[in-house]
């Protein structure tokens, strides 16, 4: 095949990508397509795909290719710092998310998630997680033209842009749909749309309800009476990845978005792509091959382009999906809804067990840290993990979820359940950070459990991602309840408009929003100062204390970062005896006042101390 490519006259540089990647590639096709007849001229097809790609490739981004591939470390850096939002509720418009660049620079971002912003069905579109078109963007946002602008712009001001990748479905308005419901030659396989109940009965025997207030089960009814694959709203058709056309589409899709400047692909629910009968449909092997395949081809055609995992699954299967020829970057889930965990039990140890022996990753990957996202709260802890700290799993879900919708006595959270489950008793948890933590409800300690949870999120290695507005203290927007694309969603509640007072109140120490901008910005200028905090390396560290969690950030010539945060209630004590293994003499980062580990540590009550420090 690469002769093929001498043939058709593809540039030195791109022989050399397919060179290193190809075998790769061809290898992986025929894992997942060695059985069919077209197997293998859909892979010739996919190589001329990125040849074609690779030609149209903006002389800037070749450059940017250069540029990653010389540092493939770029994004472990301790300056890095993500920023997430929804175009139209933070600034309206595209054009106006880069008047917002300004701000982004003060915050310091380097990588920024706009929210799925491509053409969508009118109405409810899953918060635009239904694609119609991934070439168009959708038009009360502005245009593809419009977003590749704001990608260079971007990258000018030192961010990257990040958006959606969402390959497990489309919209049923999407043109394949369409076609595969007529029965178009080409699209008839597109889908997985079956004649009758005998195979999504069959498949439903081992699958879960990922909805179940949109609809029972996996599939939903077409108006023709036959049934289609929609794992999550009924508007959103899984496709067929086991048809190599599709993965060809997709590729194409792919490449189409690397080209207008798009640096990292959020890859949507990756736990889903594959199916197999008499299995959970989840996490299978195929799953891990088709993000390799799709790896290849970017590295042939876009090489500086990173994909990140969305798998909010259990922590031995999140870590699967993560490693240089998969998902380089990847959400920490189990951090995420560990923090939270933490401060409901005023107990850290489930935390920190989760620390010692769930964080580490393979060389070159790094984890997406977030105190909390556009999504729900699942408490994705493993029940065996649990278990060894005499915690029962299913109970203590329960606990949690009522603790954090307001249902426990003493909850200083005020979350809305989403998507509770009568009959299993499954529910998980919307909210701002604000409103979970106990700003909203005027709790005493809810500035600090804020400030607690994103300082956990900036140290423990990777990228720290803050969803806009959570900087000022945004509270809960219960006028979602009000709006009919959004009422029956509760996961609006914590997607607000963006909070204008609150950002005109970051300067005003007398407000929420002033404190909490205040402190932050103090926490992120000091990880941007802190080499410690690059790359993923993280040493547990025992406090002998129940309600801490605490670890080290290895630097150079001897020293660490120390990183201590007390999740109770009240001040608690590291003895000195804990920490004689390191110096006596101290830097507390945050204050720069030098400290005395020989009389121990005090931590405040929702305190956290950065601690740089050196081994005796």
């Not at 749309?193 to 699958?207: H, L, Q, S, W």
């Not at 140290?459 to 203290?473: N, Q, R």
């Not at 290895?554 to 920490?579: K, Q, R, Y």
Request: charged share 25%; glycine share 8%; hydrophobic share 40%.
């Amino acid at each position: 095949m690469l002769g093929e490519l001498n043939s058709v006259g593809a540039d030195r540089e791109f022989l050399a990508h397919a060179e290193l990647h190809l075998p790769r590639l061809h290898e992986l096709f025929v894992r997942l397509y060695g059985e069919r007849p077209d197997g293998l001229e859909r892979l010739a097809s996919v190589v001329e795909l990125a040849r074609r790609s690779w030609t149209e490739r903006p002389r800037a981004l070749k450059s940017l290719d250069r540029e990653r591939d010389s540092t493939p470390d770029w994004f472990e850096s301790e300056r890095m710092l993500g920023g997430v939002c929804y175009v139209d509720r933070y600034a309206g418009g595209l054009s106006s998310i880069r008047d917002r660049i300004p701000y982004f620079r003060e915050l310091g971002l380097t990588y920024l998630h706009l929210m799925p912003l491509f053409d969508s069905p009118e109405g409810n579109s899953d918060g635009g997680y239904a694609v119609s078109s991934y070439r168009r963007v959708n038009p009360a946002l502005g245009t593809m033209e419009e977003l590749a602008s704001l990608a260079a712009d971007l990258r000018r001001a030192g961010i990257s842009l990040v958006v959606d990748f969402i390959f497990n479905h489309t919209s049923n308005e999407h043109e394949w749909a369409k076609k595969a419901v007529a029965g178009e030659p080409g699209f008839e396989d597109f889908y997985l749309i079956y004649p009758d109940r005998e195979m999504p009965d069959a498949f439903e025997r081992t699958t879960r309800e990922i909805f179940p207030d949109d609809h029972p089960g996996s599939f939903v009814q077409l108006d023709d009476g036959r049934w289609v694959w929609a794992t999550f709203y009924h508007f959103q058709w899984d496709l067929n990845y086991a048809n190599p056309a599709v993965f060809e589409a997709m590729a194409g899709e792919m490449l189409f978005l690397a080209n207008q400047g798009v640096e990292i692909l959020r890859m949507d629910a990756v736990a889903f792509i594959w199916k197999r009968l008499g299995t959970t449909c989840e996490s299978l092997p195929e799953a891990h091959l088709l993000l390799q395949a799709f790896n290849a081809v970017l590295r042939m055609a876009a090489p500086g382009l990173l994909f990140k995992s969305e798998a909010i699954v259990h922590p031995d299967e999140v870590v699967s999906y993560v490693s240089p020829d998969e998902c380089q970057i990847s959400y920490n889930p189990l951090q995420m809804a560990l923090t939270w965990e933490a401060l409901a039990t005023r107990d850290g140890r489930l935390l920190q067990q989760a620390l010692e022996r769930r964080h580490a990753l393979p060389d070159g990957t790094a984890w997406v840290n977030y105190v909390r996202s556009h999504d729900d709260i699942g408490w994705t802890f493993a029940d065996e993990d649990a278990a060894e700290l005499g915690i029962d799993g299913y109970p203590h879900r329960r606990f949690l979820n009522d603790f954090y919708v307001g249902r426990s006595d003493g909850t200083f959270a005020r979350g809305v359940p989403f998507q509770e489950n009568p009959r299993t008793g499954d529910a998980r948890v919307t909210g701002t950070t604000a409103s979970l933590a106990g700003i909203e409800a005027g709790d005493a300690g809810g500035e600090d459990r804020v400030v607690l949870a994103h300082a956990l999120a900036l140290s423990t290695g990777g990228i720290p991602l803050l969803y806009l507005g959570d900087e000022v203290a945004q509270l809960n927007d219960y006028g979602y309840a009000d709006r009919p694309a959004e009422a029956g969603d509760s996961r609006w509640v914590h997607r607000p408009f963006r909070p204008e007072q609150n950002y005109a109140d970051r300067t005003d120490a007398a407000t929420p929003a002033g404190r909490v901008f205040s402190r932050l910005s103090r926490l992120l200028a000091v990880r941007r100062a802190t080499p410690e905090f690059a790359g993923n390396e993280l040493v547990a560290f025992d406090a002998h204390v129940g309600s801490v969690v605490a670890f080290l950030r290895p630097g150079d010539g001897g020293f660490a970062v120390l990183v201590a945060a007390n999740v109770a209630d009240s001040a608690v004590e590291i003895d000195a005896l804990t920490l004689s293994g390191l110096a006596p003499e101290a830097l507390d980062l945050v204050t720069g006042d030098p400290v005395w580990l020989g009389a121990g540590v005090t931590l405040g009550a929702h305190g956290e101390r950065w601690l740089r420090v050196r081994a005796r």
